[in-house]
């Protein structure tokens, strides 16, 4: 899904506190392109997290950083930024030493046909005729489909709706939750209202 170039702009938003925002939800709810879409708006720093989870592999998303190296990366990244916005992934796995810096966090739900059928169009961009022709494409994304397709009824082991429910409990910042079946500049314009709030 890409930014909705009627989404409000707001360049260089400049907040009167620090904003360290972390966009969550399941695979294929939209996490990364409101998170792009925000950056983009604002000049805050955007970090995707499976940008640092996977290592740049001739085949994508077959091989992992080890978690520290995974965030040393990420705080690299943050050196000298007030204000950064962290989408996807699973921070309490990933990032847990990342947790106390975040000051709001965002989780976006989506019916979940409409989301499997995004991450099926995803794929299906991004890998084309390999996904059915290339043995290796298909084992690998047929297992993505197989584990991104029991987030609803996942037990709390694993990036579920459950862990995440629980995870949004454990977070000591506000939380808002969106639909994220709306255009990405409806949901852009509710989290910068959110993180606005005194």
């Not at 740049?56 to 992992?64: A, C, D, F, R």
């Not at 796995?93 to 046909?113: C, K, M, N, T």
């Not at 995004?118 to 890998?127: M, Q, S, V, Y």
Request: glycine share 8%.
């Amino acid at each position: 899904m890409s930014p909705d170039p009627s989404a409000t702009a707001h360049t260089a938003v400049v907040p009167a506190r620090p904003v360290r925002l972390y966009v969550l939800g399941a695979a294929g709810s939209g996490t990364s392109t409101l998170g792009q879409a925000i950056a983009a708006s604002t000049g805050w720093l955007h970090l995707d997290a499976d940008d640092f989870y996977w290592k740049p592999t001739p085949e994508p998303y077959t091989e992992k950083h080890p978690p520290a190296a995974r965030v040393a990366a990420m705080q690299a990244r943050m050196q000298g930024q007030a204000n950064w916005v962290i989408s996807g992934g699973s921070l309490y796995d990933l990032g847990a030493p990342l947790l106390p810096h975040i000051s709001h966090a965002v989780f976006l739900r989506l019916d979940d046909a409409l989301r499997m059928a995004r991450l099926h169009a995803r794929e299906t961009a991004r890998f084309g005729d390999a996904l059915v022709n290339d043995p290796v494409r298909h084992q690998v994304s047929q297992a993505f489909f197989a584990w991104a397709a029991g987030y609803e009824t996942g037990d709390d082991g694993a990036r579920s709706l459950q862990r995440h429910q629980r995870f949004l409990q454990e977070l000591h910042c506000p939380v808002l939750q969106l639909d994220s079946a709306a255009p990405v500049g409806a949901l852009q314009d509710a989290v910068l209202g959110f993180v606005r709030q005194p």
